[in-house]
């Protein structure tokens, strides 16, 4: 039996239309996925611009977080209610006018307000331009679909701290959130020019407003507990415990109600196929570790480098460069290979990639720092292609909708973990690191002068006779010893990354045979 891919569905485009047809879709995952990151570096002008505190500030990313997280795995049902073209047309929609009031918000709480606006309406988006992506391609081209969407997907997230570190240096911060408007204009326009006369079947079933809820509660409280967790010093604080057992007693509940009703909000049997199943492990737990170390890398060239906000993001340039040019060509050979052979492959280079970050040393040079983002690069080229054919090999047409949105949906929680995660682990290694270092500088290590305190006094005193007075010199050591114990945090994440993409190798293999153009029968 043929797979479901060949199944009935919505005739594909041809020519000009497919092409203006595929470019808007991906200016649409490319706004939502860089509004998820411009902001962040543009946070502490934000909060100076509006006269708050940047702790206040950060309200700006986690209200955006905590209302897309809720809307994203909605999006099966909405497409099913309303219609795929329909619903991302207006999600499109809604959010260039959600970034328009972004742009012209006068306090913080207005600011807040908006982006809780733009997180919900934006969650059809992402899913809902995968699912139109692969529908308006005929089966043989589904490699290129895929291409065009992952791009987008893996680069915007690289070049929107660039982004947003130059237009926060050179303008004002309220262009971070405008230059959505002519390009939402412009992509909703040729989005149902193109495709409004090849919309889905719309079935008129009720939302279960049991289901939603408790869908709104455990997710709401659990992208409460990533955001805030680790300002709070996570589960030292009683607030981060009462909102983490109400988390998990939601999500329990939602997960007892999903499965015994008839209509689920989010359609769970998709994990009855092994392909979908395995293949969503897989792909979260690596976007979750991409995710984390595409946070650390600049978050440490930061403030330990001496690099500003617009040099650490052009430190991450030449893989979204990488990743752009080799994309069509992965594309094309994509339909002959077994995609498992190129998730494989995409996994052994990403873990290259990391391991070659994990040997960085303190006086490296910017030329050195970005080699191994090219070798980044060429894994995300072929990363979500094939991941997603192993995932969707067995999900019919009419499925593709609320397969997109809950795999979607797993991989933005896995990125919210992995962000909280590796800074948390970032810390806590390093204050690991900088007591090894301090005790074997005191004489914890042996003692004796050539390790012990009266080399630190020996140093002191050679920086005194230069003409530091002994504060100046005690804050230099200090600073030292800092930047060696985050260098020693940032290149053990690394290795450890490495190791967690190589373990997760074997799970693409536990998956069934799958091939880009969909030329796959059950018996493979």
Known sequence: MASSSSSAGPAPLTGVSLALAAVALALGTFMQVLDSTIANVALPTIAGNLGVASDQGTWVITSFAVANGISVPLTGWLMMRFGVVRTFVVSVALFTLASFLCGIAWNLPSLILFRILQGAVSGPMIPGSQALLIMIFPPDKRSTALGVWSMTTLVAPVLGPILGGWISDNFAWEWIFLINVPVGIACTWICWRFMHNRETPSVARKLNMVSFSLLVFWVGTLQLVLDTGKDADWFNSVHIVILSLLALIGFLAWLIWELNEKNPVVDLSLFKSRNFAFGVIALCAAYAVFFGNNLLMPLWLQTNMGYVATWAGLAAAPSGVVAVFLTPFVAKISNRIDARIMATISLLLFALSFYMRSLYAPDIDFGHLILPMFVMGAAMSAFFTSMITVSFRDVAPHQMPAASGLSNFARITAGSFAASLTTTLWDNYETHALNNISGAMTGGSGGGNSGGAGG????INQMMQMG?????????????????????????????????ILCLIPLIWLSRKAMANGQVHAAD
């Open 456 to 459: 630190v006094d020996q140093v």
């Open 468 to 500: 530091m007075s002994q504060a100046q010199a005690v804050a230099a050591i200090t600073r030292q010893v800092s930047q060696q114990a985050y260098l020693l945090a940032t290149v053990d994440i690394f290795r450890i990354s490495s190791i967690i």
